[in-house]
DNA sequence: TTCAGCAATTGACAATTGTCAAAAAATACG
DNA sequence: CGTATTTTTTGACAATTGTCAATTGCTGAA
């Protein structure tokens, strides 16, 4: 989990109380829909996806790779049941820290305090370069992006998952495909 | 300022050495291109807007109103020259609020670390809800989106800004203006 | 007040992507 | 294996939005 942002040790004893680590399978959910995101969770080891429906279709939002965390925004900030849905594509060992004991230690806790900052500020960065990514690459800019940066993806789930991650439909994704 | 997150006397105190206050005229800028963001701007009076060339076109990100604040999310957190223009639409009054300052106060204060935390939050929540605005919804529901939140976007600035906002051309904005 | 310059609208057409249906390919499982 | 199921691909067509060009409308400075 450090070698994401860094923690003293100090610092990670006064986590260890508010952390589990907990093993999900394969097809399992690291969070429900409607659920409340009370967590952030590292994946540590596996693979997840964040995703929810829309007129009844699942809409993959995201992916979580090994030692990256990942939680519901909304719904963890605003502490309000969950539209999205993360679900471990692989059996996956995930770090659970839980909201309650973090925001209690960032009440007197600096060194805390700063390292959710850091998580909080790497989740905007990302957040904001996706958001230009979807507004101003065009589908085929966003695939070539994609193998470019994020190639085991294309490995890891189906041409589906990767079509609605990308903003399209599996169908436009096909024929790009067969257009590189 | 503390109207947006709230603060202490006390914090308030620690801030203000960071803090400076300018009036920028109308058409003039907070932030230029190529300059690296090194504070963040509270617009206390006034109103901005963020924008940046592509393809030799402005295109719009983000209006800030009155009492909210603006930055340049990657300039700001990665340190280089942004690509985002930050402009006055009105005389306006702004609080510049140095990076410099509130790094080395996040390192000692817990209250400013806190405050700091709360802040990129917000800008995270809205950063998501754009994003998701953005790839699921049509142009003309993001416009109405529009008229029901932000209706006094409308009566400020060109419609040619507003256009970019939504991501679409000034075209398409008139033919959806005239369909409803 | 007038006119220059910018902003907004309109028309014709093109490009991109979506939708629906069907076929082909890949995968899972008894 | 072989079959059932799911995933991917393909085709035909529609919808949305963009591009380019021309026109109209608005605004501010001389």
Redesign the pocket.
Same mark, same amino acid.
């Given at each position: 989990m450090r070698s994401i942002y860094p923690l003293s040790d100090a610092g990670l004893e006064l986590l260890k109380p508010f952390i589990a680590k907990k093993h999900i399978s394969k097809g399992d959910f690291i969070l429900r829909k409607d659920e409340t995101c009370r967590h952030i969770y590292f994946v540590n080891k596996g693979f997840a996806r964040i995703f929810y429906f829309k007129n009844g279709k699942e809409i993959t939002e995201w992916f979580t790779a090994e030692k990256n965390f990942c939680f519901s925004i909304t719904s963890y900030f605003e502490e309000k049941p969950s539209h999205l849905i993360i679900e471990c594509l692989e059996d996956s060992e995930v770090i659970y820290l839980s909201k309650e004991g973090l925001d209690k230690l960032c009440k007197t806790q600096i060194e805390i305090s700063n390292f959710f900052s850091k998580m909080i500020s790497g989740a905007l960065i990302l957040s904001q370069k996706r958001m230009d990514s979807i507004q101003f690459e065009?589908? =085929?800019q966003r695939y070539e992006q994609l193998i470019k940066n994020q190639p085991y993806i294309l490995q890891k789930v189906?041409?589906?998952?990767v079509?609605s991650f990308l903003?399209?439909?599996?169908?436009?994704?096909? =024929?790009? =495909?067969?257009q590189i």
């Open positions: 065009t589908a =085929r189906p041409l589906q998952y079509a903003g399209i439909t599996s169908e436009t994704l096909s =024929r790009i =495909r067969t």
